[in-house]
C-alpha cells in the first residue's frame, strides 16, 4: 500500500511539478482565472467548424491565431457534438501561466497573452484522449484531462505562428474575449465558416 501511495505521489508530482495553478472550489486557477493545457498542431483540413473550401482550410485558418477546443469547450451543451459546436467562432484569450506539463511542454518565453479563435475540434479519442476527454461543462466541476486540466487547446501552428511565439505547450489561462488581437481572425473571416450561417 505505501509502494502504491508512493509511485502515485511520483506520478503526480511528474505530471504537475511544473504547473503554476491551483485547485480552489475543484478547479485549477491561477490569477482567479480558469487554467488549460495547451499543445499544437499543423491539419490542412477546414476543420470542425467549416472553415475552408472543399476540405481544405481557408488562409486564416491555417496562419492565424486559431484552435482546437476540448470536446466539453466546443459543444458545451453535452451533446458531443463534432460538426458546428456552439462554441465555434468564439474568442478566448490565453495567457501562459509560466507552468508546463512536465515532459510535454517547455515554460514560454513570454507570458504575454494572445487571442485565438475556436475553428475546430480537439476531439476525445486517439491520438487526443490523454488532452482532450475531458467531461462535463467547464467551471462546473469537470472530470479532467490526464494531466489535470477542465478544458485543453490544441494551437494550430500550420505557419509556425505559434512556434514564432515561443509557446511549446505552455499552462495557460483562458478566459472568452472578443475577437480583437493581433494575428487573429476578425469575425468577417468567421462569417466565411459553414458553421456561421
Not at 13 to 32: D, E, F, L, P
Not at 63 to 73: C, G, I, K, T
Not at 131 to 151: D, F, I, L, M, S
Request: glycine share 10%; charged share 15%.
Amino acid at each position: 500500500m505505501i509502494r502504491l501511495l508512493i509511485l502515485f505521489a511520483v506520478f503526480t508530482a511528474s505530471c504537475y511539478g511544473n504547473s503554476k495553478c491551483t485547485m480552489q472550489n475543484g478547479v485549477r486557477v491561477h490569477n482567479n482565472k480558469r487554467c488549460a493545457s495547451t499543445t499544437h498542431y499543423y491539419d490542412s483540413h477546414k476543420g470542425a467548424c467549416g472553415c475552408g473550401h472543399g476540405d481544405t482550410q481557408f488562409s486564416w485558418n491555417h496562419d492565424h491565431l486559431v484552435v482546437a477546443a476540448s470536446q466539453n469547450l466546443f459543444d458545451p451543451s453535452g451533446s458531443a457534438k463534432d460538426w458546428c459546436g456552439g462554441s465555434c467562432g468564439k474568442c478566448v484569450r490565453l495567457t501562459p501561466t509560466g507552468g508546463f506539463v512536465q515532459g510535454r511542454g517547455t515554460a514560454p518565453k513570454s507570458l504575454t497573452p494572445h487571442t485565438f479563435m475556436i475553428t475546430n475540434l480537439c476531439p476525445p479519442w486517439a491520438p487526443n484522449q490523454d488532452w482532450c476527454a475531458q467531461k462535463g461543462t467547464p467551471g462546473q466541476h469537470v472530470q479532467p484531462n490526464k494531466y489535470g486540466y477542465e478544458v485543453h487547446f490544441d494551437l494550430e501552428n500550420g505557419a509556425s505562428q505559434v512556434s514564432r511565439l515561443g509557446w511549446d505547450n505552455p499552462e495557460v489561462t483562458w478566459e472568452f474575449v472578443s475577437c480583437n488581437g493581433q494575428n487573429t481572425p476578425a469575425v468577417n473571416l468567421w462569417h466565411q465558416c459553414e458553421c456561421s450561417h
